[in-house]
């Protein structure tokens, strides 16, 4: 095969060999990365402060400079608020919560997410009459402030004769966790293609079977999606945690807030830093673990609206 | 015997009727293909009769059993869909075994007829392999295999090779074509690709805007329309169309259009052609003939453009004052722009009633 | 006999309020039943939904903190609570307990309900001796020579007044100036008789000028915290703070010494009168035979002497019966014990008003306090408003 | 049972998707009983005086009108709509601005996006505090720029009742912006490649790209991020409470600290239940039409 | 004179090369198709061309200006793409005018273009129009429009027809090719149908694994491939092929292939035909006569499958042990299971070496 090259003028073949340019990206990069970094910084600076803080001593502290990294740098408050804060009598300090909190957070995440993501499911795939209109009343739930609906949710609970049990607890997590969740799984499904729950019918496969052998598989990424979502804030969940259960359940809010609130006495800045970072350290694990399909996750549910 | 009837049907999506009191009758073994434009409500039908929608009046039949309110499952029928809608977790094997273990169908039994499956559609090597490492083809395949596998007796086909190029398209077409001969179930198959329609269909149903235009086997669709819609939804490129008025002259026929007669004495006319009647005469591409010695009735045109296509070549040019297309077999190339004489064989042509739009 | 746990929940969980709790268990175990410590800190805001659910929805617990006063009197109303009258006949309180209104704000309809166990007071104001060195003035002896020397003090760059942001403290801060400025009886024709004429009059416009004058001292504080303002005194950058007995155990815990290092002034120095607010713990009623009479080996505890003692010497509050010697005291405490001995005490807001009254005027003392463009009049119209509201 | 009957009479419309009914009572429970009847009860007994218990004590308007002649409300109504509103635009805007940012091929993206998120996953008790400090004139940010020289320098927005919402917005953004930026960084990655290569090929400047063609088209995005803000916004409490508790005196006040505290803290649950009532029906009529339009109303799939 | 000239292009991802080295010179007005499978580099030279990827190594002339490092919107193109990338929340004319009003051209060129270019287009009914509105064809040709007003010329097409369905894409296919008549610009053209390369382009270059397989007219791509693979790849259905071996027999060349010798001493070979020679004989469909009397050197075959296809018919056959295909004019029909004779003309027939794949 002749090339056509060769029959070209040589003016062409000559011809002024375009530069790459460099500059082309790097004003752009600069740009791009500068907002970036800058941007971090902002986002970083308290994280430093909470950090500095809790290897600093009292004494540090009372002195002033929350920037100033420590003089002497000391685990005591990280020790203090694991093991030994006290929480009235007990003074185990937030380890004494974990275990509940992880009692709470899986059954809870676990549920709420199992039941959202059948609505979800049944809302997008089998539709009936009226679920649009208990779907608007579940989006307005959302906006509904939680504190109001802890008066009506104790009678209801009261009534079902679940108040102050670990099962109460969790209806309460599924029942605020159902607006949001629902909406996300609403929309991933709706975005998968209606031609695999179709032939998943012919298949013989019913509501069920298709929602765990077909539609579960495939939406692994909004699970994750909804597990961050859920793992943060009933992590992170103080008011539900104590209004609803009994203190055998109390879980690792309630020691921190006890660390942190405490309104007469001294204010453990330090600690108080330290038992932050340590409460955030599972959801902050959970997002380092599943980042990338966070992302993924929520572009197959959010995009279509 | 009927295998597949569908009676009065009818379907609306809220205040949108979509089948308005539908009736087909498909025979046992058939091979009927359903074809129409985008949005003419093939894929409804079908979806009627597989029991995925819920139909809103009428009544469907599969064999001589009422299932209009059966579960998809119990309709003994198995669907192909046009995006394949694999399992995409599932392996090939998995995907194929799903129904059969749903139907809790003997685990031995399930492996003799995933096994019989796979190697009439040649998938075996395939079995252990996730469809996202399967090429289009190979997807679609397994999607046939997939309804192969529940033995029933009524396949029904969406749109099952659109999203495959042209290449892959026409193998499986053969393929499916093979299929049916050896299987010799019933099949019914939505496309709105004509070439599709004509090669595999034992009948065609043309379809627009829910109502059936016309149901008869390919070569009587192809040569003798129905109606206006069904002469130029069939064949590429499109019957030429001239609109005019008949005239007799000299104890012949003619359609005049703009200027130019033709002579449509030959034309098999079911009724008489009424002097001055508003007539649309149509012409295929492949029936004009082009500078052929000794045809009577010949018209000269220009060419505007030319089309080599290999095997043929197609001509577009113009003539009383309307583009028309010519398709030649062979390699003789006209350069835009020469001159031809174009005679049309009336035998295989079609006239229309200019109103009703009805074959005359 | 067998063992009865009885959960206890409060909202005591600083350190020494732990430690004050810990001699309460204490105690209580060594009945022969065991304290199941269900401590929620945050105060009532936090902590008082949380009893009240447990309450309602059915699953109390076995007794409670509440500030003693009006906070649980629907409970009661609900019947909701357990009558501890006839432990308090058999064990005497309206003998042992001083003052006697502590015992008083437990009753309804002649019914005792609650067991107080403290005293707290706010009728202090705490100074820095090192800012007033800095600035070059004596240490003031009375309200009118701290506002006196805030000129000084500001030229000093020193805040003459630590005020927090939370609203309770410009409240509390306020109800200690009427005491001090307009004297007992004022104080009560307000809170407890709530007579609006004298809410309007000329006694409480003085408190307002004298509130004025404090918030003129008091910007710059620019802190959330009590404790963080009590910290500004502590550090010698703002001079005084009016705050309860509680600072105390800030002072103490810097290592600071009273009369050296800072000096207290109750009442302001100028009428030396100290509420005496508290907490009391509270019982529902439960269907438990053996909880019942837990309970009441609590309550019957609670008002021991030996109880009280310990309790309060590691609160750093009052015990709530005169007949007790606290030797081990500080100077500071000292002072309060010889004015409740004097009885030359008034009873709390809480106790006088309804927690929805006591919000109100938290909204406005702590608009007052931080919106200059608030005029005295306009405060002192809303507050007779309020007054005239309260029930 | 023969075939033929079975299959030919049209079943109770009850009793199909009968197992999608089954699925969807906790939704439809907790719709009517929680959020129906829960907004139900709470608006009945706001015509009540009930203090600390609710009870059936109707007193007609009086909680309403009390609630209207309260300073608090106003200021707290006030400070919502400022809030919401800056908080709305702020999340939006830079979260899509960051995400854009993101979407550049950027290298150490997971690296960024943790930076970003991880504010999320702290409690906002403390995360109030730090921003407290960090924002206190005298040994935050303000003691630093001043001890660097600039001595005129002045920056303590929760000091200064004017702008005290202003404060509460910076950390408010801290904690939230990271998730919009996930959110619009999944729309961004939803959009077809040939939008971007036609607009360079038409020449469009790349933020005439983003404002005019890219925005558009994230509509969904948009919608979800906006539910996620707007009910945040609206329930607004805990970060009011760590870091200013309302203050100073009450300038940062919110709706929902109001309810809070006149339910638990005035014991006034008649006023809260008011209070809530009011916020309820103000979102009602902005959200229903809204989201009945968006869900609801026939729309196909999707 | 040159329109557009690639040099030396080379294009990696990382360290994946796509394209290597690859050259191509493109005359003023013509229209060149670059065909080939999926994932060959179609796309990737494309964009290349357009400024939309940069470029590992080498040199982009267009008009003899080397525009290797210049933005897309210098080069002086209009680009169409296979989704239309329509700007969906803007109105037909909105999307038409967008570019040029970001560049600033008056507001009277700007309409004045946004005419033409519908008019040319017959979209001026649409104008008013949002995407979501408009039919699939419509849409492409909106995109059309779109470069059109760029008054550009370079066209660039990346497989603009293949979200269309059969009867739009000839429709639009005789479009384009008018529109290139008529505006008389170089275009290029991507896809992987191979009718569109044949009918629309003045060269066509088959592309495999990023390399130019051949570049040269239609007809020559069609009748004298220069190797295996463009073979394989133009014509539907594909080129029968028959592995054999060259022998020479009474002064005549024969290819024995599984015991049928099939002559093929009329082949104008370039170089001539070794004994033993292991070659690949390839005749397409359409070049097979059956049962045509007088043919010298006809074989016997039985029908496997019909397909008739309106115009014509498919007949599928085995032969030599080998599945084959037949094109045959006419309606003339052939059931499954019947004998036919075939014939092949040898004039048109391609041999290839079996071991380069080369044309021989
Ligand atoms: N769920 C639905 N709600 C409302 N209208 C619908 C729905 N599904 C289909 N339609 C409408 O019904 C008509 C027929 O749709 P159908 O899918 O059967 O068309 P089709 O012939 O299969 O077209 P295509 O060739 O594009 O698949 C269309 O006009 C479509 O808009
Ligand atoms: N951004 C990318 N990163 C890595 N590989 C890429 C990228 N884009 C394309 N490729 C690879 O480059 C090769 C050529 O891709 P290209 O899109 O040019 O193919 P094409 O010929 O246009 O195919 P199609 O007909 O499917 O459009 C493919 O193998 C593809 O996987
Ligand atoms: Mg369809
Ligand atoms: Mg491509």
Redesign the pocket.
């Known amino acids: 095969m002749v090339t056509a090259y060769d029959a070209a003028p040589d003016r062409l073949k000559a011809g002024p060999r375009g530069a790459k340019p460099r500059r082309r990206l790097s004003r752009r990069n600069i740009i791009v990365y500068g907002t970036l970094i800058v941007v971090s910084l902002y986002y970083l600076l308290p994280l430093y402060v909470m950090i500095v803080t809790s290897l600093k001593g009292m004494p540090e502290i009372r002195v002033g400079n929350i920037f100033a990294p420590p003089l002497e740098i000391t685990f005591e408050p990280w020790v203090k608020a694991w093991a030994e804060a006290c929480t009235g009598l007990n003074c185990d300090g937030l380890s004494r919560g974990f275990w509940n909190s992880v009692r709470i957070t899986v059954p809870s995440v676990v549920i709420s997410i199992a039941v959202a993501s059948v609505n979800g499911y049944a809302l997008a795939n089998w539709r009936f009459k009226g679920a649009d209109l208990f779907f608007t009343i579940l989006i307005v739930g959302a906006f509904i402030p939680y504190q109001v609906m802890i008066y009506p949710i104790v009678i209801v609970l009261r009534e079902m004769g679940v108040y102050g049990t670990l099962t109460g607890l969790v209806i309460v997590h599924t029942i605020f966790g159902m607006p949001i969740l629902t909406l996300l799984f609403r929309n991933y499904f709706a975005g998968l293609p209606e031609e695999l729950f179709k032939a998943a019918r012919v298949d013989g496969a019913g509501f069920w079977t298709i929602y765990f052998k077909i539609m579960l598989p495939m939406s692994l990424p909004i699970f994750v999606v909804a597990m961050i979502l859920q793992v943060t804030g009933i992590w992170n969940d103080f008011l539900f945690g104590v209004v609803f259960t009994r203190p055998e359940y109390y879980p690792m809010t309630v020691q921190l807030n006890n660390i942190v609130n405490s309104v007469q006495g001294v204010k453990e800045y330090n600690v108080n830093m330290a038992a932050t970072i340590l409460t955030g350290l599972v959801p902050l694990t959970v997002y380092f673990v599943s980042g990338r399909l966070f992302v993924r996750g929520i572009a197959a549910g959010a995009v279509k609206g | 015997m009927t295998s597949v009837s569908v009676r009065d049907l009818s379907l609306n999506?809220?205040a949108?009727t979509?089948l308005d009191k539908l009736n087909l009758d498909i025979d046992h073994g058939e091979f009927l293909v359903l074809l129409?434009s985008?949005?003419?409500?093939?894929?409804?039908?079908l979806n009627c009769i597989a029991g995925l929608l819920d139909v809103s009046d009428g009544q469907i039949f599969i064999h001589d059993r009422n299932v209009t309110w059966e579960e998809p499952k119990d309709r003994g029928i198995g669907m192909v869909f046009q995006s394949y809608a694999l399992y995409p977790q599932m392996t090939v094997e998995r995907n194929l075994s799903f129904g059969l273990q749903v139907a809790k169908v003997p685990q031995a039994e399930i492996d003799k007829r995933v096994k019989r499956a796979a190697e009439i559609l040649q998938i075996q090597p395939l079995l252990k392999r996730k469809p996202s490492e399967l090429s289009g083809g190979q997807r679609q395949r397994v999607a046939i295999g997939r309804a192969l596998v529940r033995d029933v007796d009524v396949f029904l086909f969406d749109?099952p090779l659109s999203n495959l190029d042209a290449k892959l398209r026409s193998e499986l077409r053969v393929e499916i074509k093979r299929l049916h001969q050896s299987l010799k179930n019933t099949m019914i198959y939505?496309t709105?690709d004509q070439i599709e329609a004509l090669t595999l269909a034992d009948r065609i149903a043309v379809m627009k805007s829910g109502v059936i235009q016309q149901l008869a086997d390919p070569m009587t669709i192809y040569n003798a329309p129905e109606n206006l819609f069904v002469a130029g939804f069939i064949g590429s490129p499109s019957m030429n169309f001239f609109r005019g008025e008949v005239e007799a002259r000299d104890g012949r026929n003619f359609v005049r259009v703009d200027g130019v007669a033709f002579d449509v004495s030959a034309y098999p006319a079911r009724t008489k052609l009424q002097p001055g009647q508003k007539v649309v005469l149509g012409v295929r591409p492949e029936h004009v003939k082009v500078d052929e010695p000794g045809a009577g009735d010949a018209h000269q045109a220009m060419v505007d453009i030319e089309e080599p296509m290999g095997a043929d070549n197609l001509l577009w040019l113009t003539l009383a004052g309307q583009s028309m297309s010519v398709r030649l077999a062979g390699q003789r190339r006209y350069p835009p722009g020469s001159t031809v004489r174009l005679s049309f064989d009336m035998g295989v042509a079609s006239i229309f009633d200019a109103a009703s739009e009805k074959r005359l | 006999t067998n063992a009865t746990d009885l959960e206890v929940t409060h909202w005591w969980t600083s350190g020494g309020e732990a430690a004050a709790v810990a001699e309460l268990a204490k105690a209580f175990d060594a009945t022969g039943n065991k304290w199941v410590d269900g401590a929620i800190a945050g105060s009532g805001g936090t902590a008082r939904p949380i009893m009240i659910s447990r309450i309602t929805g059915g699953d109390p617990m076995g007794a409670t903190q509440f500030n003693h006063g009006r906070q649980a009197q629907e409970l009661v109303e609900a019947g909701l609570m357990r009558d501890l009258t006839d432990l308090a006949t058999r064990e005497n309180w309206k003998e042992i307990v001083k003052p006697a209104s502590l015992l008083d704000s437990c009753t309804i309809e002649g019914k005792i309900y609650c067991a107080p166990v403290n005293i707290h007071s706010w009728q202090w104001l705490w100074l820095s001796n090192a800012a007033f060195k800095q600035a070059g003035v004596p240490v003031p002896k009375n309200w009118d020579e701290f506002v006196a020397a805030a000129p000084a003090l500001e030229k000093a760059g020193i805040v003459p007044l630590a005020l927090g942001g939370q609203p309770w403290q410009a409240a509390g801060a306020f109800d200690v100036l009427i005491v001090a400025i307009a004297g007992k009886d004022v104080f009560e024709n307000v809170f407890a008789k709530k007579d609006e004429e004298v809410a309007a009059g000329p006694e409480i416009a003085k408190v307002f000028k004298a509130a004025d004058d404090a918030r003129k001292m008091s910007k710059g504080s620019n802190v959330q915290d009590w404790n963080q303002a009590t910290n500004l005194v502590i550090t010698g950058k703002a001079a005084g703070q009016i705050m309860g007995d509680w600072a105390q155990g800030e002072f103490q815990l810097a290592g600071q010494k009273a009369g050296t290092d800072y000096t207290c002034l109750p009442g302001l120095g100028v009428n030396e009168v100290i509420s005496t607010g508290g907490d009391a713990f509270y019982f529902p009623l439960l269907e438990d035979e053996e909880k019942s009479k837990a309970q009441e080996a609590l309550a019957s505890t609670l008002l021991k002497p030996e109880t009280q003692v310990a309790f309060n010497l590691k609160k750093g509050s009052l015990p709530v019966r005169g007949d007790v010697d606290l030797a081990t005291a500080n100077d500071c405490m000292k002072k309060g014990l010889e004015i409740l001995a004097k009885g030359n005490v008034i009873q709390g807001t809480d106790q006088l008003l309804s927690p929805d009254s006591q919000k109100q005027k938290e909204d406005l003392f702590s608009e007052f306090f931080a919106n200059p463009s608030m005029t005295p009049e306009d405060a002192q119209k809303r507050f007779a408003e309020i007054i005239a509201a309260a029930d | 049972m023969t075939g033929r009957t079975r299959g030919s009479v049209r079943p109770n419309q009850w009793l199909r998707n009968l197992n999608a009914k089954i699925a969807s009572i906790p939704m439809i429970l907790t719709a009517l009983v929680i959020f129906v009847g829960g907004t139900a009860w709470t608006v009945v007994y706001s015509f009540t005086n009930s203090k600390l218990l609710p009870r059936l004590a109707f007193v007609g308007l009086d909680q309403y009108e009390r609630l209207w002649a309260a300073p608090r409300w106003l200021i707290s109504i006030q400070n919502l709509a400022v809030y919401g509103f800056f908080s709305l635009v702020f999340s939006l805007v830079i979260g899509f601005v960051l995400a854009a940012l993101m979407d550049q091929k950027i290298r150490f993206e997971n690296t960024f996006r943790t930076i970003m998120l991880y504010p999320f996953a702290l409690s906002f008790i403390v995360t109030g505090l730090v921003w407290q400090w960090l924002l206190n004139p005298q040994y935050g940010i303000q003691s630093i720029v001043r001890s660097l020289g600039w001595t005129s320098f002045a920056f303590d927005p929760l000091y200064n009742s004017d702008i005290v919402i202003y404060g509460i917005l910076i950390a408010a953004l801290w904690q939230g912006t990271g998730l919009v930026m996930c959110l619009m960084l999944a729309g961004l990655r939803g959009i077809d490649e040939d939008i971007w290569k036609a607009a360079r090929v038409d020449g469009i400047p790349m933020w005439k790209t983003y404002v005019l063609i890219i925005i558009p088209m994230m509509r969904g995005v948009f919608i979800t991020t906006l539910v996620i803000i707007a009910s945040g916004i609206v329930k607004v409490y805990d970060l009011v409470v760590a870091q200013t508790s309302g203050g100073p005196g009450i300038a940062s006040e919110v709706p929902a600290k109001y309810v809070y505290d006149y339910m638990f803290l005035a014991q006034n649950l008649g006023q809260g239940f008011a209070a809530s009532t009011m916020m309820l029906v103000t979102v009602a009529i902005i959200i229903v039409p809204w989201a009945y339009l968006e869900f609801g109303g026939g729309r196909?799939r999707g």
């Open positions: 999506f809220g949108v979509v129409g985008s949005g003419c409500g093939k894929s409804t039908l749109e939505v709105h | 196909k």
